[in-house]
């Protein structure tokens, strides 16, 4: 049973550009989340998908954007990259349904570096 | 609004040693609590959570942690450190309630370090 999948693992990008990161959710899983983690750090939320929609989003600027798939797969994109989104992305899926105790399941995240 | 907080970045002991990792949470209503370790160049896994049922939690790798509501605590321990342990943990509460979808709220995270 495959876990959470995630790619590229490593990025480089420069300041200005877009990139767009790619999730694979556990099977079986409904939800798909996005973690921010900057060296250091503990994981930020980005948003959460559910049904194809943007159901919650955290604190970050509408430069990071996502999307779900039919088949739950998930996509994150950045715009006008700066060198402050160089970090670990982090993308979790659950099985949610509204049952909000259900864990989350993480995949091993993709390094992006901003240069 | 929920968070947490994570007392101590970074704790040493012994190998054969008891680990104590502190967390202490605020929560406006019964909390989700989770902790999470975090290998190098990896993502994180769920070492054990705490859903309002029994106080005492098991987790993977013989870890267990405590939850405590008249301390807003949530402190993971282990009897004996192995080398394998050493390794980045996190504390997390999962936020709930109206309007809330679940998304998880971390602290600093800690780093466990374990010493032959």
């Known amino acids: 049973d495959a876990g959470v999948t995630q790619s590229p693992t490593h990025l480089i990008k420069t300041r200005g550009q877009q990139v767009t990161l790619r999730c694979s959710p556990k099977?079986?899983?409904?939800?798909v989340s996005w973690y921010q983690q900057a060296l250091g750090q503990g994981p930020q939320f980005i948003f959460q998908?559910?049904?194809?929609?943007?159901?919650q989003r955290g604190n970050f600027p509408d430069r990071f954007s996502g999307h779900q798939f039919p088949n739950y797969s998930s996509e994150l994109n950045v715009n006008a990259l700066l060198l402050g989104d160089s970090a670990l992305y982090l993308c979790a899926s659950s099985l949610d349904r509204g049952r909000v105790g259900s864990p989350l399941h993480f995949g091993n995240g993709t390094r992006l570096t901003v240069t | 609004a929920q968070s947490v907080t994570q007392l101590g970045s970074h704790v040493s002991v012994s190998e054969g040693a008891l680990v104590l990792l502190r967390c202490n949470y605020s929560?406006?209503?019964?909390?989700?609590l989770f902790w999470y370790v975090q290998y190098p160049n990896q993502g994180l896994q769920l070492l054990l959570k705490?859903?309002?049922?029994?106080?005492l939690v098991k987790g993977i790798n013989g870890f267990e942690a405590e939850f405590k509501k008249s301390e807003t605590s949530f402190h993971l321990t282990k009897p004996s450190a192995h080398m394998s342990d050493a390794a980045e943990y996190f504390c997390a509460v999962r936020q709930h309630g109206s309007g809330n979808t679940g998304k998880l709220i971390f602290g600093q995270g800690t780093t466990l370090q374990v010493k032959p």
């Open positions: 929560s406006s209503v019964p909390p989700y």
């Open positions: 705490y859903t309002s049922a029994a106080t």
């Open positions: 099977s079986g899983h409904d939800t």
């Open positions: 998908y559910y049904e194809e929609e943007e159901r």
